[in-house]
T-cell receptor, first 115, second 111 residues
Framework: DTEVTQTPKHLVMGMTNKKSLKCEQHMGHRAMYWYKQKAKKPPELMFV???????INESVPSRFSPECPNSSLLNLHLHALQPEDSALYLCASSQGTGASTDTQYFGPGTRLTVL | SQQGEEDPQALSIQEGENATMNCSYK?????LQWYRQNSGRGLVHLIL?????REKHSGRLRVTLDTSKKSSSLLITASRAADTASYFCATDSYGNNRLAFGKGNQVVVIP
């Protein structure tokens, strides 16, 4: 199984809502990532988990809260978002060994719209 | 952080033609990778070239890397309509799990 799955595919939420994005992989990867991608822009790294511990937080606002319950799952909890947070949110995973050939496998993304 | 930058950013070609896109970056790298993204979907890894390599092939893909100029190129030969996508280069430093993506190239292959 070389797939990263993400749910939901689409999400519309109000600025006062609380929602969560979910990501799952069963490749035995030990590094997992959240990216944010605006239209016609490259992905921007948000968070990196390595061996279930948060290793990189790219100065993301606290209204985004990541969680890694186990080595296969990654969540992104959303609260009090702003309309400018509307974007495609991509999850990725990699072996996480830090080797020079460590490539990332991406999920299909969650299209988030904040009203 | 490092940032790859591709030039040109939009390319429209006829099926069967070759497509070439470039990427430049600013600092030393461990490796450089190319990814493809179909509209509104996740990214798919295409090819990785290490800093000590100059050229690499994978099927219809050819990647070159010039570390002295801090640049890379991706060539897709005999393009197909299915190659229509955005192509991003991404650079990586040793072991930090942090990829920096370039601006991307939008390639449209006309059947």
């Amino acid at each position: 199984d070389t797939e990263v799955t993400q749910t939901p595919k689409h999400l519309v939420m109000g600025m006062t809502n609380k929602k969560s994005l979910k990501c799952e992989q069963h490749m035995g990867h030990r590094a997992m990532y959240w990216y944010k991608q605006k239209a016609k822009k490259p992905p921007e790294l948000m968070f990196v988990y390595s061996y279930e511990k948060l290793s990189i937080n790219e100065s993301v606002p606290s209204r985004f809260s990541p969680e890694c319950p186990n080595s296969s799952l990654l969540n992104l909890h959303l609260h009090a978002l702003q309309p400018e947070d509307s974007a495609l949110y991509l999850c990725a995973s990699s072996q996480g060994t830090g080797a020079s050939t460590d490539t990332q496998y991406f999920g299909p993304g969650t299209r988030l719209t904040v009203l | 952080s490092q940032q790859g930058e591709e030039d040109p950013q939009a390319l429209s070609i006829q099926e069967g033609e070759n497509a070439t896109m470039n990427c430049s970056y600013k600092t030393s790298i461990n490796n450089l990778q190319w990814y493809r993204q179909n509209s509104g979907r996740g990214l798919v890894h295409l090819i990785l070239i290490r800093s000590n390599e100059r050229e690499k092939h994978s099927g219809r893909l050819r990647v070159t890397l010039d570390t002295s100029k801090k640049s890379s190129s991706l060539l897709i030969t005999a393009s197909r309509a299915a190659d229509t996508a955005s192509y991003f280069c991404a650079t990586d430093s040793y072991g930090n799990n942090r990829l920096a993506f370039g601006k991307g190239n939008q390639v449209v292959v006309i059947p």
